[in-house]
């Protein structure tokens, strides 16, 4: 499954930022929680995608290593062709699994939308504990399970399962987290983003690599007929809005 989730990312590389309208919104938020009193160390990004966030990293962070990793290599390559003119030797750019960790030592450690891939989200949280420095952070963002509920809703009114993958969601990390980590604050924001039509939405999760099923659901032909037939009328000409629920979690070894 893992090798599936690179290789649709990696294929999406080129095309990404056109369609990664939600990551795009996200990540404005994810600059401004940013911290400033960190210890020394680098910084270490999971998910570095095609550099959005790396970009940030390079700016705040300029006198720091930083480590920018994906699992997929196409987007290690748009990262780093989008920080190349501005690339000391200081950065690193490593194709890596975020839930296995090879680095060490880390001042921060920070990932956007990128947790809700994992296979154990908690689990590679408290993973970040043998990689941080004392006093290093985590700062995370992931799609939570809240998301879609307008996918949901359709589904359910058509009798039609809901593909949607399954969803980290707070509660269940804070009380993994808790004892572990030091002043751990959790909290989200709804995102809404607009599509003309149902098929354009369902166009953006392929254009993005974000169409990878991770519990082997799908409609057949027949059913996704009426799914992308029902919800169309449904909206009577108006456009899609869908509304993903951005969750944040920042913490201190």
Request: glycine share 8%.
């Amino acid at each position: 499954m893992k090798k599936r989730i690179a290789s649709n990312f990696s294929q999406a590389a080129a095309d990404y930022d056109e369609f990664a309208l939600v990551q795009k919104k996200s990540i404005v938020t994810m600059g401004g929680l940013l911290p400033h009193n960190l210890p020394p160390g680098p910084i270490l990004e999971i998910g570095c995608g095609t550099g959005r966030l790396s970009r940030e990293l390079s700016t705040v962070f300029r006198n720091r290593s930083l480590i920018f990793t994906d699992m997929a290599s196409g987007m290690i390559e748009q990262c780093r062709r989008h920080l190349t003119q501005a690339s000391p030797p200081r950065h690193i750019w490593l194709i890596m699994d975020g839930e296995a960790l090879a680095a060490r030592g880390c001042a921060l450690i920070v990932s956007s939308l990128t947790m809700q891939w994992f296979n154990d989200p908690a689990s590679a949280l408290e993973d970040t504990l043998a990689v941080l420095r004392d006093g290093g952070q985590i700062l995370f963002s992931y799609i939570g399970a809240d998301s879609c509920p307008q996918w949901r809703q359709i589904c359910a009114e058509l009798n039609l399962s809901c593909t949607i993958n399954p969803l980290p969601d707070h509660q269940h990390l804070a009380a993994r987290l808790e004892g572990k980590f030091k002043d751990i604050k959790l909290w989200s924001e709804n995102i809404d983003i607009e599509y003309a039509t149902v098929r354009d939405f369902f166009y953006s999760l392929k254009k993005t690599g974000a169409a990878t099923q991770l519990r082997g659901l799908r409609l057949n032909s027949f059913e996704m007929g009426r799914l992308l037939k029902g919800w169309q009328l449904k909206l009577d000409g108006a456009p899609l809005i869908m509304t993903y629920n951005i969750q944040y979690l920042r913490a201190v070894r």
